[in-house]
């Protein structure tokens, strides 16, 4: 657990990637205290500059010994670096949020939305993992359905921003749109295909049960935070050519019969969840007016009349700033003694 202290000492492994600086924002917009902000990247970064505080700080070469002295570790630098890395800082003495898929499914780690589950905090020994952003979107508009009248199923279809899969992705959408607009041959090297005016319903590896682990990840986050082993969930994840923000249509069914303006009305209540709702003026959420917002949008919310107790909404969420960056700030300072 972190010891009281006036300020602490922040390290940011993946301090040059667009989650990283999007953390260096966050924890200067909200004035979590900290003392020293330790940047850190790999060694084609370093020596990069980013500013924090007024002040143009320094981006260091990760390395083994890179912890000494920190007290919170926020890690965006994909799986690898995270179960290289993660125990080093750990022994080292600082507290590791982690927002790769390393640990969510590990049972010695909380998998954590604040929101939700912040008790699950409680009962960590060094690390927290951080839910993939499409999965924080969903739950922040499932929980308070559940608390309600009690999830039974969920059907879900992702729409997922390029900026899911990092910064060569948004390179090669403006690459391609910019070719094609000038009618010229375009490269394909981050997708299998092109992602240009196309969506791919591929996002990570294919299993043998022919669903990707995003869908299958999506599946076992939801009841891990959920803290429920009943809720069945199927889940189509999509790539779609927008640089930021992830949307996503929801189907669900309940075990108590909930209205569309009664679920508008629990969803309301819930922290951290706007409900953007009114098709006759079209109004419900669209990536570019959710980018940059700390909320959950969620619209279009109506019942499903071909099931008994069936609601459909449309959930649209930042992925680099809730599903992502802000998700980890605010674990640590639910984590602040």
């Known amino acids: 657990m972190l010891k009281k202290k006036s300020k602490y000492i ?14 260096v924002s966050i924890l200067e917009e909200r004035k979590f205290p900290v003392s020293e902000l330790v940047l850190l990247a790999s060694d084609r970064s370093e020596g990069e500059r980013i500013e924090f505080d007024g002040k143009n700080r320094s981006v260091k070469k990760l390395v083994n010994d890179s912890f000494h002295g920190v007290d919170i570790a926020l890690f965006s630098a994909g799986s690898e670096q995270s179960l290289k890395y993660a125990p080093l800082a750990v022994a080292a003495g600082a507290v590791v949020i982690d927002n790769s898929s390393a640990f969510r499914m590990d049972d010695k780690v909380p998998l954590v939305v604040p929101e939700i589950n912040a008790h699950a905090l409680d009962k960590h020994t060094g690390i927290v993992a951080n839910p993939s952003s499409s999965t924080i979107g969903l739950l922040m508009a499932l929980k308070p359905i559940h608390e309600a009248v009690k999830v039974k199923r969920v059907v879900v279809t992702t729409f997922q921003s390029v900026s899911g899969t990092g910064k060569d992705a948004i390179d090669e959408l403006a690459g391609q749109t910019v070719a094609l607009l000038n009618f010229k041959d375009i490269e394909v090297k981050v997708y299998p295909h092109q992602i240009a005016f196309n969506c791919l319903p591929h996002i990570d590896g294919f299993l043998e049960n022919g669903y990707t682990k995003e869908e299958m990840n999506m599946a076992n986050e939801t009841r891990k935070v959920m803290e429920d082993d009943t809720i069945r969930l199927t889940c189509t994840t999509v790539r779609v050519p927008v640089f930021r923000c992830h949307a996503e249509s929801v189907n669900i069914e309940t075990e108590k019969e909930l ?41 279009r919310v109506r019942a499903d009349d071909t099931v008994k107790n069936g609601l459909n909404i449309w959930i649209v969420i930042d992925n680099i700033r809730k599903g992502a960056a802000l998700n980890a700030v605010q674990i640590a300072e639910r984590l602040l003694p």
Not at 261 to 271: D, H, V
């Open 10 to 23: 922040v390290a940011i492994v993946g301090a040059t990637g667009a989650v990283g600086r999007e953390m």
């Open 259 to 299: 209205s569309a303006n009664e679920a508008r009305a629990i969803l309301a209540k819930m922290p951290g969840v706007l409900v953007y709702d009114d098709p006759s003026r079209s109004i419900y959420p669209l990536h570019l007016d959710v980018s940059g917002k700390d909320e959950i949008y969620v619209g």
